[in-house]
């Protein structure tokens, strides 16, 4: 369980230099306070029945109720509760910047200076090096410097819209949960690791070239990785700068055609419209960390092309719609997940055929 206390303070101030030029400024005071709390105590089993319950811990109400429809059940044995409470208290500021610039009403360019943070905590557990008084008994907010840069566009009557944003960031202190090796069991906790830099592009674009056409399509890149070596001696790994970071994609699009038939069927206008989605591969894990009880080797979710197809009538306030998703049957892992020791795999539906109608009542 977890109580959670958050008391901030937070502004910003916008100041128009010229008509056409902006500035922004603003930030964020925050102070945290975390309490945590952790209890565990199975219910074992036993082999062999015995003359009456027997019962650890329990309170005289647990012992009152100890019956099943009113017969004693003498087999069970209710264990003792491991009881952990630990606090975590911390503030910081964070800052947030913004010019923009308007060639009219049409066009503009901006650049952006925030920081984020994703708060930090101590590990709630009851021995080992993420116990009270261990190494590894706090950890840290991790937070992100973020410096952007880009421009939103309109033309042709709006009927062609292009924006695209260009990023570096620096993630300080990553938070990842790992096992602790020096526990006698099974202990999972947070640790900071590491610094790591993501520079990126996303674009988006729609157009209308001809009406009863609609083109929409996106665009983006990521390169992520490890900005210095991070070395976890207790797990005898070293991840090298350059280490590439899991679950991220380097590259990810689609493409949306829609078009809407002239004239009328049942008094709706008939409509297709096809999608395309690609997502390039990514990595499972951090060099095998995670929460497991042995480090697992580094996976590969392969690339996947997904197409989807739509063929329908859309009224004012009804639509039916016949459509075919995963057209091509492309059946990949989204997700390999070692966090119970045996490799799990997350796989995407096949290719499904299928009917949808929606009505709409009242306004």
Known sequence: ???????????????????NFSITAGGRWFEVKTTFFNANGPTVNLSEPRPEPTLICATDAEQANWFDNGVPVPRFVHTCFNETTAVSKESDFVPKFNIAYHFDDDKMVYATYSEGFRRGGVNAAKQGAFAAGGDLHEYRSDSI????????????DGRFRL????????????????????????????????EAEIDGVEASLSWIPADGWNISAML?????????????????????KGQRLPLMAKWKTNLTVEHTLAGEMFGAEPFVLA????????????????????LNTTRTHPSQHMV???????????????????????????????????????????????????KSFGN
């Open 220 to 240: 983006g890149y990521n390169d992520a990785a490890l900005s210095e070596e991070a070395i976890d001696e207790e797990r005898e790994v070293a991840l090298p």
């Open 163 to 194: 924006n695209a944003t260009f990023y570096h960031m620096i993630w300080e202190d990553i938070q990842i949960q790992v096992l602790d090796p020096t526990a006698t069991f099974f202990t999972l906790g947070i640790i900071n690791l590491a």
């Open 275 to 294: 999608n395309w989605a690609y997502r390039s591969d990514s990595l499972n894990s951090l060099a095998g960390l995670g929460g497991t009880a042995n």
């Open 308 to 358: 989807n197809l739509r063929v329908g009538l859309r009224h004012d306030d009804w639509t039916a719609t016949f459509f075919i998703d995963n057209v091509l049957n492309d059946i990949s892992s989204g997700l390999f997940n070692d966090r119970w020791i045996q490799v799990r795999s997350s796989i995407n539906r096949p290719r499904t055929f299928g009917v949808n109608f929606r």
């Open 145 to 156: 410097i973020n410096w952007e840069a880009g421009f939103k566009s309109t033309s042709s």
């Open 1 to 19: 369980m977890t109580d959670t206390k958050n008391t901030a303070v937070f502004g910003e101030i916008s100041f128009d230099v010229t008509d």
